[in-house]
C-alpha cells in the first residue's frame, strides 16, 4: 500500500511540474477556443439578424416597384446597399431599383445601382446579370466602348449566349456588320452548346430572336 501512495504521488508531483511549464499555455488555448466559439456564435447571430432586417427592407423595395414608386424603390435600394451590404438582398435590391428607374426613364440612377451590382453582390450570377443590364443601358445611351468593358470578362456558362448577343447589339450599332454576325454566332453557338434539346430550343424562341438579327447583317463576304 505504501509503495501504491508513493507511486501516486509520484505521478502528482510530475503532474504540478507539467502544470507549473504549461499550465498558462494550456488555460490561454482553451480560452482563445471559447472566446472563438462564442464569437462564431455571434457572428452567426448577427449575419442572421442582418437577412431578417434586410429581408423586410427588400420586401418594402418590391412593393414600391410594383407600385412604379422610383423614388421609394431608390431610397430602400440605397438602404439595403448602405446597411445590409453584407446580404445578398444588397445586390438583388440594387438590380430592382434599377429596373425602376429604367422603367421610369432614370437611366443615370439606373446606372449607379447597376454599377454597384456590378461590383459588389454576393452572388457571381447576380455580378453578370447587373453587368448584362448595365451594358444594355450604356448600349440605349449609345456609350458603346463602357458597354464592351462591361461585356469584355466571360461570364458564367449561362449567361454566354446573352453576353455574345449583347455584344453584337453593340457593334451593329456601330455599324460593325462582319463583328455583329461572329458575335452572333458565338450566340447561337453557345446556346445550342447548353440547350440540347431540339424542342427546347424552339419553344423557347431565343434562337430564332438571334438568327433574326444574324440574318439580318446578311451573308458573310
Known amino acids: 500500500m505504501a509503495t501504491y501512495d508513493l507511486e501516486e504521488q509520484e505521478q502528482l508531483d510530475e503532474l504540478k511540474t507539467w502544470w507549473k511549464m504549461y ?18 456564435q455571434g457572428w452567426n447571430w448577427w ?5 431578417v432586417q434586410a429581408s ?47 422603367d421610369a426613364g432614370d437611366a443615370k440612377n439606373a446606372r449607379v445601382q447597376l454599377t454597384w451590382a456590378a461590383d459588389n453582390a454576393k452572388d457571381p450570377g447576380l455580378r453578370d446579370l447587373a453587368r448584362l443590364r448595365l451594358a444594355a443601358v450604356m ?15 466571360e461570364p458564367a456558362a449561362g449567361f454566354s449566349p446573352r453576353f455574345a448577343e449583347l455584344r453584337g447589339d453593340v457593334f451593329a450599332a456601330q455599324g460593325k456588320t462582319a463583328e455583329a454576325r461572329t458575335a452572333y454566332d458565338a450566340a447561337l453557338t453557345k446556346f445550342d452548346a447548353l440547350v440540347k434539346d431540339d424542342e427546347a430550343r424552339q ?17 458573310a463576304k
Not at 458597354?147 to 470578362?153: F, R, S, T, V
Open 139 to 153: 448600349l440605349d445611351e449609345k456609350a458603346y466602348d463602357e458597354a464592351m468593358k462591361q461585356l469584355a470578362a
Open 23 to 40: 499550465g498558462n499555455l494550456v488555460t490561454a488555448i482553451l480560452v482563445a477556443v471559447a472566446l472563438a466559439a462564442v464569437a462564431w
Open 203 to 219: 419553344r423557347g424562341g431565343y434562337r430564332e430572336v438571334v438568327q433574326t438579327k444574324r440574318d439580318s447583317l446578311g451573308a
Open 56 to 102: 423586410a427592407v427588400f420586401s418594402g423595395l418590391q412593393t414600391a416597384a410594383t407600385q412604379r414608386d422610383a423614388r421609394r424603390a431608390r431610397e430602400l435600394a440605397g438602404e439595403l446597399i448602405d446597411k445590409y451590404s453584407s446580404t445578398a438582398y444588397a445586390g438583388m435590391g440594387a438590380l430592382l431599383a434599377a429596373r425602376v428607374q429604367v
Open 47 to 51: 449575419q442572421r439578424d442582418q437577412a
